[in-house]
């Protein structure tokens, strides 16, 4: 053995690792084991081992543990455990069957019993032993067949669970807790044993020598408790996906790994929902001052999660959102209850009784409210019902379940609260039944109806990063996201044009800053590609995302219409493409003054309104004119409150409960509507947004006799942030073929603006200071809110490069500003660039739409200039 990295006097260190469910139901499973612990064996180190039951053996036993008098339900389960566990030993080929003949036995025994009807705790104890029992006992002999001689333990003989103090008997029995400090005695007794052992999670023996477990998933807490005890240099979880991540990655692919993180912050996430680490597993490690590691079986290579006591990062920074379900709230009602001297000691009392633990807490005057997490409390409907009547003695009871409690964890939680206005948001639109913000400030919790979990957890973390709450681009604390990673292997997507234009942007710059530089090829190919659906039979670019000449000739050629929303816009577009005809100019203004709609109408451009005010004042104006109509479907979407254009708070459209006024004010005037339009807002990255909005307004459509044609307005996201998906453009084709086919007979229209434009476009711009000021560092540059106002005003998130540098590794964090008077004029906060120098050119990217259109002589500074490459 090799321990060339250890002085001679000093013992060798012990490593504990273990593997959960899936990490050892395969043989190349156990291989990977086997090399995992060589590994360690050969850097000098002891080797503790400890295992979970083979995946889906657990719930296996729980079948037979809760059969009752359905004996054929156990003894179906039974064989299913014998089945999966002789697979194993034929593929293993470490050993015979006899192995484990006498903890299939055992199995026969405990399913005979008649400790099997009643579901005696002791019996359900012993029952669900034995999955833990026979795989490390599997696993002790393939590891011996593979030269790594590993010692069975019997972890009962080692983990002593002591009973708490009001603890209920399910959970003394069947999630009990050890006191687990490192212990010198047992250390020694081991290390004279051997260097290598393999034991059982989730078992230990309570102070009378009955076998008890250590709750669901507690395979973890085992391996946490064997480190501490040891004084492991490291405890390795070993499990089916490659760390702590911000939210479980199979809901949320965008979920970023957690690179690493200190007790408390782990502790919160695993405690408030995230499976891959039992919350018990953490605290005798983190008394022990033991790290622990999480890490992927089958991608050993990736770092994983570190988690060990750090200093606190300075920024207080959302880490990760979790959910646990199967949450029950007891609602409490008495009248007058903070006069009521005692009520909550009564309240307790009955929880207690029961012994239910409490988790979360709300009050009002008359009102508490709590919860109960089914992982600490074995909650069915008899101890529900007791607790309930006991209660009703002293208040009026209400029990409300399912619920969710979703929690967002993070350290200093109250000084995030004004990131978290979007969420906020997402929460208003809701039924919330439960707030609650820890004392520690590590996480603000939500409980809702358990079935809007799923749903909202994916949204309310996309939300998270958009706002900065969650600081996704600091790599200090976050690895990549869980689809990046599952996407390994798979060619990137190709760069952006700028990388390519590198020298020739530099050269622009040097001759003018700040400047915009557009790139006319980006245009026509986004043009090319929504052309390419077939189903949309006319695409408007809406120009005022950016009205550069060059730009709208090459969609003019593109084939595109143009949709205006002031008649400086209409008349600039004509003395730009002079042979458009004014029938592809679609004029959708709104609160526009009298003299823009005469001109617009006597131009022959298609005019919408949008408000009942001009068909009752300037009805003389619509005689035997087509017009087109725009609704307000009641909601607004959006990547932002800003750019929401629906809904009754914002001031677009006419609302659904108007049109039929608008109808008659229209057939009184003597005009047809022919078209009708909705637009929701912007920045909407899922296509199914535009199926819904052509269904509504195809199925209003067919209460009216003209219409022709449908739009179904813009709004195609652009994703800015690196992790953000695109558009699936194919599936906005299927969709929209979808609903052209149940309503064929009306023309399909679309007004996209800034999908065209914003990859099309960059702001150049100079470095002119840099300043520390606390553990702040800014770059100062030439280009302000003046010529790029969308940060300011929708917390919108650039890419931002330093062009000069683009290959030097990032060295600090920065806020990114400019030189206009406002605090406000911050173009990208908490970014990670290399070191700035004065002169330097930066480049922000996804500048093409709503920038140069945007910008204002603001301090009566020059906005940038704009370029065509
Ligand atoms: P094991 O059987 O190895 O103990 P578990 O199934 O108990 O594994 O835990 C791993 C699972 O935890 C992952 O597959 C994942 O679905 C789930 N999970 C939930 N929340 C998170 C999170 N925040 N980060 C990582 N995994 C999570
Ligand atoms: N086998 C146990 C369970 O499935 C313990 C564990 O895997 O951590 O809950
Ligand atoms: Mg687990």
């Not at 899936?22 to 499973?29: E, F, Y």
């Not at 809904?647 to 609302?655: D, I, L, P, Q």
Request: proline share 5%; glycine share 8%; aromatic share 6%.
């Amino acid at each position: 053995m090799n321990v060339s990295n250890r002085t001679g006097a000093e013992p060798a260190p012990w490593v504990v690792i273990k593997f959960g469910g899936t990490s050892v139901s395969t043989r190349p499973r156990w291989e990977n084991i086997a090399r995992i612990a060589a590994a360690h064996r050969v850097q000098g180190r002891k080797v503790l081992i400890v295992v979970s039951a083979l995946s889906g053996v657990t719930d296996l036993l729980k079948r037979i543990a809760e059969s009752g008098s359905d004996e054929l339900a156990a003894r179906g389960a039974q064989a299913e455990i014998l089945r999966r566990h002789e697979a194993m030993l034929g593929e293993l080929q470490a050993t015979s069957r006899e192995t484990i003949d006498a903890l299939f036995a055992q199995l026969d025994r405990l399913v005979a019993d008649p400790g099997r009807v009643s579901g005696a705790l002791e019996w359900q104890a012993q029952v669900f032993a034995l999955g833990e029992l026979m795989s490390s006992t599997l696993g002790a002999a393939f590891l011996g067949a593979q030269g790594l001689p590993t010692q069975w333990l019997d972890a009962r003989e080692h983990l002593v669970a002591q009973p708490l103090a009001n603890q209920s008997a399910w959970s003394r029995m069947l999630s009990a807790t050890v006191p687990a400090a490192p212990d010198a005695g047992f250390e020694r007794a081991l290390a004279a044993r051997g260097e290598a052992f393999i034991t059982q999670g989730f078992i230990a023996r309570d102070p009378e020598g009955r076998t008890v477990l250590l709750g669901r998933g507690g395979s973890d807490t085992s391996a946490g408790c064997f480190g501490a005890m040891l004084r492991a240099q490291c405890v390795e979880i070993w499990t089916d996906v490659p760390g702590m991540f911000s939210a479980n990655p199979r809901l949320v692919p965008g979920a970023r790994l957690l690179a690493q993180l200190d007790y408390q912050e782990a502790q919160e996430i695993a405690t408030t929902g995230a499976k891959v680490l039992h919350p018990r597993s953490l605290g005798p490690l983190r008394r022990a001052g033991v790290p622990l590691v999480i890490k992927d079986t089958n991608r050993p290579q990736l770092a994983g999660t570190l988690i060990r006591a750090v200093a606190s990062d300075a920024a207080p920074c959302v880490k990760a959102i979790s959910a646990r379900k199967g949450v029950t709230l007891i609602s409490m009602e008495t009248v007058g209850m903070w006069q009521q001297v005692g009520f909550l000691a009564d309240v307790f009392a009955a929880f207690k009784h029961h012994g239910l633990s409490v988790d979360l807490i709300g009050s009002a005057e008359t009102n508490v409210t709590v919860s109960l997490d089914p992982s600490e409390n074995l909650v069915n409907s008899d101890v529900l019902s007791a607790l309930a009547a006991d209660l009703a003695k002293v208040c009026r009871v209400k029990v409300i379940a399912p619920c969710a409690a979703i929690t967002l964890v993070g350290r200093g939680m109250r000084s995030l609260l004004h990131r978290l206005s979007g969420v906020l948001a997402e929460f208003g639109a809701l039924d919330v039944h439960l707030i609650s913000q820890s004392s520690n400030n590590l996480n603000l919790t939500f409980v809702v109806d358990e079935s809007l979990a799923d749903d909202l957890i994916p949204r309310l973390h996309a939300l998270l990063i958009r706002a900065d709450a969650l600081r996704a681009e600091d790599g200090a604390i976050f690895g990549p996201s869980w689809r990046e990673l599952e996407a390994a292997g798979a060619p990137p997507p190709p760069a952006a044009w700028w990388r390519e234009q590198r020298a020739a942007l530099l050269d622009l710059a040097a001759q003018q800053s700040p400047r915009y530089v557009y790139d006319l090829a980006t245009v026509r190919e986004k043009a090319r590609a929504l052309r390419a659906l077939g189903c949309v039979d006319r695409w408007h670019y809406a120009l005022k995302a950016n009205a550069h000449p060059a730009i709208l000739r090459a969609l003019h050629e593109e084939g595109f219409a143009f949709e205006c929303v002031s008649l400086a816009e209409v008349e600039a577009l004509r003395a730009i493409l002079p042979t458009l005809a004014p029938e592809r100019i679609l004029f959708t203004p709104n609160f526009a003054p009298r003299g823009e709609y005469v001109a617009a109408l006597e131009a022959g451009v298609r005019v919408t309104f949008d408000a009942l005010h001009p068909l009752r004042h300037w009805g003389e104006l619509l005689r035997d004119r087509e017009i087109h109509l725009r609704v307000d479907l009641g909601v607004g979407r959006g990547h932002h409150d800003k750019v929401k254009t629906g809904g009754a708070t914002s001031k677009f459209g006419v609302s659904l409960d108007e049109v039929e006024e608008f109808r008659a004010l229209a057939r009184h005037a003597g005009a047809r509507i022919v078209g009708l339009h909705a637009h929701l807002g912007s920045g909407i990255l899922d296509a199914d947004h535009w199926r819904s909005v052509y269904a509504q307004l195809a199925s209003l459509a067919e209460s009216f006799t003209h219409i022709e044609s449908i739009d179904v307005g813009g709004g195609l996201g652009v994703p800015a942030r690196p992790d953000e998906q695109p558009l699936n453009l194919a599936a906005l084709g299927r969709v929209l073929d979808e609903v052209k086919q149940a309503y064929p007979q009306f023309a399909l229209w679309m007004e996209p603006g800034r999908f065209l434009v914003a990859e099309a476009g960059v702001l150049l711009a100079r470095v002119t200071q840099t300043k520390r000021k606390g553990h702040v560092h800014y770059v100062g540059i030439d280009a302000g809110m003046n010529s790029l106002l969308r940060p300011a005003l929708y917390d919108a998130w650039h890419e931002i490069v330093n062009l000069d540098r683009l290959d030097e590794a990032p060295a600090q964090m920065v806020q990114v500003v400019g030189p206009i008077c406002e605090s406000g004029d911050v173009l990208g906060s908490n970014r990670r660039l290399p070191e700035c120098r004065e002169g330097d050119v930066i480049l922000i990217a996804q500048a093409g739409a709503y920038g140069a259109a945007m910008a204002s002589r603001y301090n009566l500074r020059e906005p940038a200039s704009e370029i065509v490459l």
